[in-house]
């Protein structure tokens, strides 16, 4: 059985959503996250792309919902015993199999709780869970209270996240030792995921993002490779990834002579960076650590060309983003406390000059000050 856990970690796991879950005076979960499943069993897969969920009763009791495709899947990487299975055939409605599960559950009449917004939740289907479910107890939308436990990282997954950020720097040296002028964004992605997988990594969440010339100044992946120009400037947003854990890092690379604005922008991203290391740290907030970016930034004159967030906490997630539910954007509520993984990017993106600059590493919070998990130091990269 493939369990990056003991079973002693998943029982607690368990316990504590079913403390939160008596809390919240709910019968049951319908967890629809695939990051949810493998955080509470092991579950590990990418069928979440069709319908699947996992009933968690008050009780502890759980049952797997899933394709034919996926029951190996699940028997192999998880601790689920109980697996049911939905049959594809033409106008398929899986939901209406959950609802016969759930009154074999004893579940008729209950207040469920079911994770709403996530990727594992089409439109189409919660629609048709409504559809089924409405009368049949009272739904509640608990989309984050799996993602709220889970913000706290236990000592296994810290190590997995310790063991993402050296993936994380391998990938940048394996970067540095090909970037110049001339050089192929193809072969400097192909070397950086290369050092992730030949470091025993996994697929990231989500692409790595590679942009060179006025493409640095982007944000998302996007098909398209190019050749340095002998002045360039490269942006790099990637992760390291083991076990699923992710450690993220962004940088920007200026080829040939730096111009007196991208040494302006480092500054400033520096600068920011260093200040909120002052305060993610308990005590605060995340939206405090948004409003020590925005305030630097803003006094630097740099409003129009930073973003309205400025990272986010980080963990085990699968496709199609790395990032977990909580941000760090204005006015969030979210406490700062030990024991989280966060990623911290300074982007700045002035289409004015059509200069890019970015800084990004992760955290892991303590009782005090955060603990960088990089060993690269935060300078200025010229090549």
């Known amino acids: 059985m493939a369990l990056h856990f ?13 403390a939160k879950m008596q809390e919240e005076k709910l019968d049951a979960m319908l967890l629809f996250a695939q990051e949810s499943m493998y955080w509470l069993t092991g579950y590990d897969t990418f069928g979440y792309c069709f319908f699947q969920t996992l009933v968690v009763k008050v009780d502890g009791t759980m049952a ?6 996926d029951l190996r899947q699940a028997r192999q990487t998880s601790i689920i015993d109980d697996i049911h299975i939905w049959v594809d055939r033409i106008n398929a409605d899986p939901t209406m199999d959950l609802k016969n599960l759930l009154i074999e559950m004893d579940l008729l009449g209950a207040r469920i709780g079911v994770e709403y917004d996530t990727h594992g939740m089409t439109g189409r289907v ?3 869970l409504d559809s089924q479910l409405t009368s049949f107890g009272q739904l509640v939308d608990a989309s984050y209270l799996v993602g709220r436990l889970r913000l706290i990282k236990s000592p296994t997954e810290l190590a997995y996240v310790e063991r993402a950020a050296v993936l994380a720097d391998d990938a940048l040296d394996a970067a540095l030792a090909l970037t110049g002028p001339g050089a192929d964004e193809a072969a400097i992605l192909a070397a950086m995921q290369g050092a992730v997988f030949s470091g025993g990594g996994d697929y990231p969440a989500n692409e790595f993002i590679i942009g060179s010339g006025i493409d640095a100044l982007l944000c998302r992946y ?6 340095l120009d002998a002045n360039d400037q490269l942006t790099l947003e990637w992760a390291g990834a083991y076990a699923h854990y992710h450690a993220a890092m962004m940088r920007t690379i200026v080829i ?3 111009t007196h604005r991208h040494r302006e922008l480092f500054s400033a991203c520096l600068e920011t960076i260093q200040a909120i290391e002052t305060v993610m740290k308990p005590g605060h907030t995340f939206g405090d650590v948004f409003d020590m970016h925005a305030k630097i930034m803003d006094e630097r004159g740099l409003a129009r060309h930073r973003l309205n967030a ?9 496709s199609p983003s790395w990032m977990e539910q909580q941000m760090f954007h204005v006015g969030n509520p979210q406490e700062i406390e030990p024991g989280m993984s966060l990623f911290v990017h300074m982007i700045i993106m002035d289409s004015d000059t059509g200069t890019a600059m970015t800084l990004g590493q992760t955290y892991l919070t303590t009782a005090d000050t955060p603990k960088t998990l990089s060993r690269h130091p935060l300078e200025f990269l010229n090549r």
């Open 6 to 18: 003991e079973r002693t970690e998943f029982a607690d796991r368990l316990s504590k959503l079913t």
């Open 64 to 69: 797997l919902l899933t394709r034919s495709a």
């Open 126 to 128: 919660a629609r048709l």
């Open 222 to 227: 996007k098909a398209g490779r190019r050749k």
């Open 256 to 258: 040939g002579q730096p």
């Open 310 to 318: 400025c990272g986010y906490s980080l963990g085990a997630r699968f």
